[in-house]
């Protein structure tokens, strides 16, 4: 099937570029300008024009003169940059496979210091940004390129591969994270303790604990000893995994390594004293001291699977280690807790905090907040509009008043309760009042606010289309990150409004930024589709959403069989004869 103009208009996206991306390639940037016209003879040549001269065979030779050290000037910039912008963003998103890499062997140890620094500072921009088709494209451009041939120092080729090993951890592409890891087995570098932590990384996030145990035993037996970011990731993967106990018994194992690592290095500390005096006391920190962060990790992990019992031993385990709690850890047995509504052992969890010492953060209040504004038993909603900004602003006062600071996620909190659904009435005023409080602070609103300010636009009757086309233009002026959830609520408010082209313009930036729609989102704009009756349109969608290699879902994670997929499907089993019709209708057209 031939490729949707309309879902795949790619010249048609209006997507925000930078002016590297924006550059064509025989142009430099502005602040080389002035390096390229040399100012010595400006004014001298200036004024033989002023003086009068007209003899043309001398304007001419001046001027070709000029013209060949203007070349000159251009294409000394051009090779010192060359280095510097091959492993670019723009070069990297660009067809430049005809390109021929330019001799290594004329790189000097700054330019390739250059290239390294600039690879990894793309590749960390396309990851926060979860763009997945630029970070294979950046993976594709080093693996074939001249970068991976060079003669690198060992820690910089070190650094390669931790980073594309982190991106593809954290983009959730387990093949492509053990493509890189047998590439950095090939390319002869011996993997180090960050590097099995990666691995052990995207084991936990795949929920596999079977790979996650094997790569833990791998890398004992290759004689890697493990840190604590390993034990952390280790005891926290196998708990969410489903082999808590196993988890909990890891942890207990960690405390018996701490304890007999304190105890080898108390017996060199005092046979040193003996031999040598106070000078053999050791300056550098035990590398084996106890950490709260596997206990942190065992908790949060606890918490996530319903096992809240479990947690307060893990609490009195710390304690018997002397690592002092802190209030990050209450607030991981705050939260389940407020959620429920249980007084008793939210009352039981500051009392705990009290007692070792810990006062409220900001993520203790955003927590308070959250429940507040959003739990199911919570009265907030019932309050008159000017209460619930009244209640808000009390706490926004508690927090300046406490020198907590207020970031983004608080003011985020804020803006859902006062503008969910769940309320029982949109409070714009207080909302309004919230968003001058943030400006005021100069915080500038997140991608997740941008998602709650347009989802809440859609949700009005009647909805406020200005308004959504206002905050558009605003974000593509201010050029955020956005996520695929704010794209997503895009897409589904306009196909509620029945807007047709904006739906569909929305949905194929998607996979233009590197991301895929969930099934959720075809869902919904399939069932718009439907209604409106563009059965041209539905047939496309089904096409391109097959189409795995270059459709919609290209960049998606992994294939996952939710109830929204099987929804999807089964509208399009349903109205699979009315897009025959359409499909042979408009082959019986006149040429």
Known sequence: MSVPTLLRGEDKVDRPQDNRRDRLPWEKP???????????????????????????????????????????????????????????????IENRASEPDCDMKTWNTSQIHRNVTTLILDLQRATDRHDVARVAAIWRRYHDGSLAKTHLEAKSREQIYISFLSSFVTLARPEQAVHVWNDMLEAGV???????????????????????EDIWRYMVNAGIEPDQPCWTTYIHGLITGGKWQRGVRVL?????????????????????????????????????????????????????????EQCLPLLQFATSHSLALTTDIFNILLRPAIRHGN????????????????????????????????????????????????????????MTAQKIPID????STILYGLLSPKNATYNDQAARAVLDHMAKQGIKPST???????????????????????????????????????????????????????????????????????????????????EVGEWGLVGELVGDVRDTRQGLRRWADEKVDSKAEGEFWDVVEEVRYKVEEAEQSSSMLPL
């Open 30 to 92: 502005k602040i080389y300008t002035e390096a390229l016209l040399p100012t010595k003879n400006k004014t001298r040549s200036l004024d033989r024009f002023e003086d009068g001269i007209s003899d043309t065979d001398k304007i001419i030779a001046m001027l070709e003169k000029r013209e060949k050290e203007l070349a000159k000037w251009i294409s000394d910039v051009r090779a010192s940059l060359d280095g510097l912008e091959q492993y670019s963003t723009s070069a990297l």
């Open 190 to 212: 011996i993997p180090n303790q960050r590097h099995w932590n990666l691995m052990l990384k995207g084991s936990a996030k795949a929920r596999d604990p079977t790979s996650l």
């Open 252 to 308: 207990h194992d960690l405390g018996s390594h701490w304890r007999r690592a304190h105890m080898n290095q108390r017996k060199h500390v005092e046979s040193a004293v003996a031999k040598l005096g106070s000078l053999a006391m050791p300056k550098d920190k035990d590398p084996s001291k106890p950490s709260l962060a596997p206990v942190m990790a065992a908790v949060s992990a606890l918490t996530a699977i319903e096992r809240h």
């Open 343 to 398: 007084i008793e052992r939210i009352d039981h969890i500051f009392a705990l905090m009290r007692q070792h010492n810990c006062s409220e953060n900001e993520t203790t209040y955003r927590i308070l907040l959250n429940g507040h504004m959003s739990n199911k038993n919570s009265t907030f909603p019932l309050l008159c509009p000017r209460e619930q900004q009244d209640s808000v602003f009390r706490i926004l006062d508690s």
């Open 408 to 411: 983004q996620k608080t003011y």
């Open 448 to 530: 997740y606010i941008y998602s709650i300010l347009v989802t809440h636009y859609f949700a009005i009757d009647p909805p406020n289309l200005p308004a959504v086309e206002a905050l558009w233009q605003r974000i593509r002026a201010e050029k955020p990150i956005l996520d695929r959830e704010f794209y997503e609520r895009m897409v589904e408010g306009y196909a509620r409004v029945q807007s047709v082209e904006r739906m569909l313009f929305f949905l194929r930036r998607i996979p233009h930024e590197g991301k895929a729609p969930g099934w959720r989102c075809l869902r919904v704009v399939l069932g718009a589709l439907v």
